[in-house]
């Protein structure tokens, strides 16, 4: 397969995020899903999704400046205000509300995308939104680097729903707040429960993209080795385990090549040998070649997978791409040109 240069994938990043554009409507919120080749409406919604796409539109907008990026963000954000924001039992525990849940993931790229924004549009109401979602983030803690997944809002009970990847979400979310307020709160927490999370190899099964999203950012921070070595852990599972191909879909195949970005861009101990992120490169510039596969004449990415879902159209499965593709273009400003 030939080399995907740099500023090639930076053309597929910007045609996706050009296509999430123009999928937000007027009231801000995204034409979640649809049929690429009818272009039949599909039913659903998912706010999670909603702020997670608004988080990697904001990525590209941040190398392009590419004005009807940060427009639709901003309609975006105000929806998520308008619609989902909610007060739970106070006016100071603000949380993300979506039928009667509070979901972790939720709150975490609400607060991400918040705190995205914010580095563009220094609006106070962003970084305080931001900061009182990661109060709330801190308040669902429990023992053992967990947290509580998904209550109730309207009863408060805690459901007994749980994700594979809403804790590296939230690590990452509580990094990014730390980043616009200085509250250390928020980066002792997570080097607190990233220590915790380090030794039950949390991430590694599952692949987490979210947790080397985390594990890079706090590497910023803080160089304890154990944090390097927690990337390698599951950076090498994705390499040496990649059953996810099997599926035939776009999105987790992305999700991979965001996780081994995100690695690569770590810096590893004097010690370290460079064996598993040259690796790494290697199957991110495999995976991009097949992630092409799914991409549409207008920058949109299917879901693929052989199966009646295959030509569906979903906004994360174009942010994921797009991310991947946007991560890969900007390299060379880290690394070198990573074909020379």
């Given at each position: 397969?030939?080399?995907?240069?740099?500023?090639?994938?930076?053309?597929?990043?910007?045609?996706?995020?050009?296509?999430?554009?123009?999928?937000?409507?007027?009231?801000?919120?995204?034409?979640?899903?649809?049929?690429?080749?009818?272009?039949?409406?599909?039913?659903?919604?998912?706010?999670?999704?909603?702020?997670?796409?608004?988080?990697?539109?904001?990525?590209?907008?941040?190398?392009?400046?590419?004005?009807?990026?940060?427009?639709?963000?901003?309609?975006?954000?105000?929806y998520l205000f308008n619609e989902h924001l909610r007060f739970f039992g106070g006016y100071l525990n603000f949380c993300i509300l979506e039928k009667n849940s509070i979901k972790l993931g939720g709150n975490a790229l609400a607060a991400l995308a918040l705190a995205k924004l914010y580095e563009i549009?220094?609006?106070?109401?962003?970084?305080?939104?931001?900061?009182?979602?990661?109060?709330?983030?801190?308040?669902?803690?429990?023992?053992?680097?967990?947290?509580?997944?998904?209550?109730?809002?309207?009863?408060?009970?805690?459901?007994?729903?749980?994700?594979?990847?809403?804790?590296?979400?939230?690590?990452?979310?509580?990094?990014a707040c730390y980043r616009i307020t200085g509250d250390s709160l928020l980066l002792n927490t997570v080097l607190e429960v990233e220590a915790d999370l380090a030794a039950q190899g949390y991430g590694v099964r599952e692949q987490s993209h979210w947790m080397l999203y985390s594990l890079e950012q706090?590497?910023?921070?803080?160089?304890?080795?154990?944090?390097?070595?927690?990337?390698?852990?599951?950076?090498?599972?994705?390499?040496?385990?990649?059953?996810?191909?099997?599926?035939?879909?776009?999105?987790?195949?992305?999700?991979?090549?965001?996780?081994?970005?995100?690695?690569?861009?770590?810096?590893?101990?004097?010690?370290?040998?460079?064996?598993?992120?040259?690796?790494?490169?290697?199957?991110?510039?495999?995976?991009?070649?097949?992630?092409?596969?799914?991409?549409?004449?207008?920058?949109?990415?299917?879901?693929?997978?052989?199966?009646?879902?295959?030509?569906?159209?979903?906004?994360?499965?174009?942010?994921?791409?797009?991310?991947?593709?946007?991560?890969?273009?900007?390299?060379?400003?880290?690394?070198?040109?990573?074909?020379?």
């Amino acid at each position: 397969m030939p080399n995907l240069l740099s500023r090639d994938a930076l053309a597929v990043a910007q045609a996706g995020a050009s296509k999430l554009a123009e999928l937000n409507l007027e009231s801000g919120q995204f034409r979640y899903r649809y049929e690429a080749s009818s272009n039949a409406k599909l039913s659903g919604y998912n706010v999670l999704r909603h702020s997670g796409t608004v988080w990697s539109m904001l990525d590209v907008f941040s190398v392009t400046k590419d004005e009807q990026l940060l427009t639709a963000a901003n309609k975006a954000i105000t929806y998520l205000f308008n619609e989902h924001l909610r007060f739970f039992g106070g006016y100071l525990n603000f949380c993300i509300l979506e039928k009667n849940s509070i979901k972790l993931g939720g709150n975490a790229l609400a607060a991400l995308a918040l705190a995205k924004l914010y580095e563009i549009n220094t609006c106070d109401v962003l970084r305080d939104t931001s900061y009182r979602l990661c109060q709330f983030i801190l308040e669902q803690r429990k023992l053992h680097g967990d947290f509580v997944h998904k209550r109730y809002f309207k009863s408060g009970k805690i459901s007994s729903f749980r994700s594979e990847y809403y804790v590296g979400e939230a690590l990452l979310a509580l990094l990014a707040c730390y980043r616009i307020t200085g509250d250390s709160l928020l980066l002792n927490t997570v080097l607190e429960v990233e220590a915790d999370l380090a030794a039950q190899g949390y991430g590694v099964r599952e692949q987490s993209h979210w947790m080397l999203y985390s594990l890079e950012q706090l590497q910023q921070f803080d160089k304890s080795p154990h944090i390097y070595a927690h990337a390698e852990q599951i950076a090498s599972e994705i390499i040496d385990n990649p059953n996810y191909l099997d599926w035939g879909r776009s999105t987790p195949t992305a999700c991979r090549t965001e996780g081994l970005l995100a690695f690569i861009r770590m810096h590893p101990p004097e010690n370290a040998t460079s064996s598993v992120q040259d690796a790494a490169l290697k199957c991110i510039e495999e995976n991009l070649q097949r992630q092409l596969l799914f991409q549409t004449k207008d920058g949109a990415f299917v879901r693929g997978g052989g199966d009646r879902r295959d030509q569906e159209v979903r906004i994360d499965y174009i942010q994921h791409n797009i991310s991947a593709f946007l991560h890969f273009s900007q390299l060379e400003k880290s690394q070198g040109n990573p074909h020379q």
